[in-house]
């Protein structure tokens, strides 16, 4: 059986303990960064993880993006979308098309 | 293009052949490969454009909820209503094969639930705001997963369309023509062989009959 985790600062993610996902509170920069690694050697196959802290700590969700398990799935913050998710999607369809040809749709 | 290291022999040459039939099937499958990958990646990262708006939108909505309950509430309270989960969200990550691309298929369920009750505190010490913030995010929840799942697939795709489109590239513009430039030196030096033999035997067949019959002293002595 797999396990969810959300990652972010505390007043973001409090709410997510009560539906039963694992909180995992991060503070600083280095803190996520140990506590990502070490979610994802713990077997959470899905890890949640707010816009701010994410934007932090880029290179080290990078390293898993083309790995099977975990998906780091980026949410927004309490402060609101920063459209750095959106940048990920973007990224993808820019790498596999070479343009971002969808981008007209928004 | 840079022609190949090999000498220009017959059995070179049939080796040649064979992997330049090789390289052109490949490419061939690859080619194919790509363009399907390229048409099912665009209707999931067009699901995953959506269901990410979808998500931001409920998940500000979520928020705006929770700001108002922590406004009304204190801390110790908030914190002390929702550390301990009624439920329980477990997770089966299966595996799903879109033209050889392993993708995760996430579904789960929730345990320890009855019907709607979802609030794992009593009413008394909290507000009504926070009952409010809590459906909401119930109600995100099955979105947050489909948006896992369609996100990580457009990622693991997008990363196999790109490694695919460069190994057609390769075959394309570098295999293949130096496959075809190596083939045809080689056949225009066996050729060029196959004439300098042909003339250094007529060569020698004239010198032969003139040895044998004299032509030139007989040519010299008529008048």
């Known amino acids: ?106 | 293009m840079a022609r190949l290291n090999v000498n220009p022999t017959r059995m070179v040459l049939t080796n040649l052949k064979k992997r330049l039939r090789t390289a052109r099937r490949g490419h061939k499958l690859l080619k194919d490969k790509r363009d399907e990958l390229m048409k099912k990646f665009l209707g999931i990262v067009k699901e995953n454009r959506k269901e990410r708006q979808i998500v931001e939108k409920m998940m500000s909505d979520v928020y705006s909820r929770f700001i108002m309950a922590r406004a009304l509430m204190s801390d110790t309270h908030l914190e002390e209503a929702l550390i301990f989960p009624k439920q329980k969200i477990t997770l089966k990550a299966s595996s799903k094969n879109i033209m050889s691309v392993e993708v995760p298929v996430f579904e789960f369920s929730t345990e320890g639930q009855t019907g709607d009750d979802i609030f794992p505190y009593g009413f008394a010490t909290t507000s009504g705001e926070l009952d409010g913030a809590m459906m909401a995010l119930q109600k995100v929840t099955p979105h947050l997963l489909k948006l896992a799942e369609l996100e990580k697939t457009a990622q693991l795709m997008a990363d196999e369309i790109e490694k695919t489109r460069r190994r057609v590239n390769a075959l394309e513009y570098v295999m293949i023509p130096n496959l075809e430039e190596t083939i045809k030196y080689i056949v225009m030096k066996l050729d060029e062989n196959e004439r300098g033999n042909l003339t250094r035997l007529m060569k020698v067949k004239d010198m032969m009959l003139e040895e044998a019959h004299h032509y030139k002293e007989r040519m010299a002595q008529q008048p």
């Open chain 1, 1 to 106: 059986m797999h396990k969810i985790a959300v990652m972010g600062d505390k007043d973001s993610i409090l709410g997510f303990k009560a539906i039963g996902f694992d909180i995992y509170p991060t503070n600083n920069k280095n803190e996520a960064a140990s506590t990502l690694h070490s979610l994802a050697d713990d077997g959470y196959a899905l890890i949640y993880i707010t816009e701010n802290s994410a934007s932090e700590i880029m290179d080290e969700i990078s390293k898993y993006r083309n790995r099977y398990f975990p998906a780091i799935i980026l949410i927004p913050g309490s402060t609101g979308s920063l459209g750095i998710g959106m940048k990920f999607v973007k990224e993808s369809i820019e790498k596999a098309v070479g343009a971002d040809i969808l981008a007209q749709d928004d």
